[in-house]
C-alpha cells in the first residue's frame, strides 16, 4: 500500500483542521494506521493510532482529547481531526502504516512502520 497526506495549512490557535491519508492498493484495511509529527529540530513524535478494524484508536497525553483518528477502509482512507490547535502543534505530520491484523496492535515507534506518506505541514499561529 501507499499512502499520501493531505490537508495541512495554516491556522489560528484554537482552530481546526482535518488530514486526510488516501492509500492506493486492495489491502488498506489489512494495515494498522498512525499519525506521526516532526516539528523543526525534534524528533518524530506519534501523535495516534489506529487498529486495522478502526475499533481502537491511542493518542499520547498531549493530544488526548483534541485529536480524533478515524479510517474508512471502504474509501481507503484515514483521519486526523485536529481541534484546539495550539501554537506547539505546528509540525509536518506524517502518516504510516504497518500490515497487521493483530487486535489492538499500535506501536509510538516509528521505526515499527513499514509504509509511510510525505508530510503535509500545519502551521498554527497565534
Known amino acids: 500500500v501507499q499512502l499520501q497526506a493531505s490537508g495541512g495549512g495554516s491556522v489560528q490557535a484554537g482552530g481546526s483542521l482535518r488530514l486526510s491519508c488516501a492509500a492506493s492498493?486492495?489491502?488498506?484495511?489489512?494495515?494498522?494506521v498512525a499519525w506521526f509529527r516532526q516539528a523543526p529540530g525534534k524528533e518524530r513524535e506519534f501523535v495516534g493510532g489506529?487498529?486495522?478494524?478502526?475499533?481502537?484508536?491511542y493518542y499520547p497525553d498531549s493530544v488526548k482529547r483534541r485529536f480524533t483518528i478515524s479510517r474508512d477502509n471502504a474509501k481507503k482512507v484515514a483521519y486526523l481531526q485536529m481541534n484546539g490547535l495550539k501554537i506547539e502543534d505546528t509540525a509536518v505530520y506524517y502518516c504510516?502504516?504497518?500490515?497487521?491484523?493483530?487486535?489492538?496492535?499500535?506501536?509510538?515507534?516509528?521505526?515499527?512502520?513499514?509504509?509511510w506518506g510525505q508530510g503535509t505541514l500545519v502551521t498554527v499561529s497565534s
Open positions: 492498493g486492495n489491502s488498506f484495511s489489512n494495515y494498522a
Open positions: 504510516a502504516a504497518r500490515q497487521t491484523r493483530v487486535d489492538r496492535w499500535y506501536s509510538e515507534e516509528a521505526g515499527d512502520y513499514t509504509t
Open positions: 489506529i487498529s486495522f478494524s478502526g475499533i481502537s484508536t
